[in-house]
């Protein structure tokens, strides 16, 4: 399922990052890669607060369509 379906606290892991050459490279720059773990922090109007090794990092909604959790 795609990150935006998420529940807040819950740990999931990365399961595919998918999305074109450069959306995928981008992402991954970010530390969303494959086996990570992953927590939604804050959801506001589909936009997306995450902690993903250590780090908090705000991802917008057509983004988070493309990490699967």
Same mark, same amino acid.
């Given at each position: 399922?795609?990150?935006?379906?998420?529940?807040?606290?819950?740990? !999931?892991?990365?399961?595919?990052?998918?999305?074109?050459?450069?959306?995928?490279?981008?992402?991954? !720059?970010?530390?969303?890669?494959?086996?990570?773990?992953?927590?939604?922090?804050?959801?506001?109007?589909? !936009?997306?607060?995450?902690?993903?090794?250590?780090?908090?990092?705000?991802? !917008?909604?057509?983004?988070?369509?493309?990490?699967?959790?």
């Amino acid at each position: 399922m795609p990150l935006t379906m998420a529940t807040m606290g819950e740990v !999931n892991k990365i399961v595919k990052v998918g999305g074109n050459e450069e959306t995928r490279r981008f992402l991954e !720059n970010l530390g969303f890669i494959a086996g990570t773990e992953i927590t939604v922090v804050s959801s506001i109007g589909g !936009n997306l607060i995450v902690n993903v090794k250590d780090s908090r990092i705000a991802v !917008n909604e057509d983004m988070a369509r493309h990490i699967v959790i």
